[in-house]
């Protein structure tokens, strides 16, 4: 499990427009990186609309946004111009990224045991620590925490 102070684990993944994107590239900057099941859900466009909603606090923050999940690049597009999303939508097929993150695993969805993504974000600090991570958050309170810890 991945906690404050650790170094967040380097990835490269493919974004909406198929382009390579490495956390790496954005030392510097504070990275919120949130993991969400699947593009065009309910709850997933509650928390992607929270986001875009609070982008521009994220940026003057000196902060970004990357969201992943384990959809293809082209259904993020899709959903990326539907929903008028500002910040990088990267595709995690093989939830390999996921796994990194210990955010691929057993939930409960409709009254069932399931594998998959496990809603959760963490902000990362210029330096590329982790300052928070908050696992099996809900859509609603992972952009207002994540937001806390930007601006705080």
């Not at 899709?78 to 990194?100: C, G, M, N, R, T």
């Not at 691929?104 to 594998?115: A, D, L, S, Y």
Request: charged share 30%.
């Amino acid at each position: 499990m991945i906690s404050p102070g650790d170094i967040a684990p380097d990835f490269e993944l493919l974004n909406s427009e198929r382009e390579p994107v490495r956390l790496s590239e954005y030392r510097g900057k504070r990275v919120v990186i949130y993991f969400y099941p699947k593009a065009g859900t309910s709850s997933c466009t509650i928390q992607a609309r929270g986001f875009r909603d609070n982008f521009d606090r994220i940026e003057a923050s000196n902060g970004i946004v990357m969201a992943i999940s384990p959809d293809k690049p082209e259904a993020l597009a899709s959903w990326k111009k539907k929903e008028k999303i500002p910040f990088l939508l990267l595709s995690d097929p093989d939830h390999q990224v996921a796994e990194l993150y210990s955010v691929w695993g057993e939930k409960m969805m409709f009254g069932r045991t399931v594998i998959g993504i496990v809603r959760s974000h963490f902000v990362i600090d210029g330096e590329g620590r982790i300052e928070d991570a908050q696992v099996k958050v809900t859509a609603k309170a992972s952009v207002s925490k994540a937001l806390e810890t930007v601006e705080g």
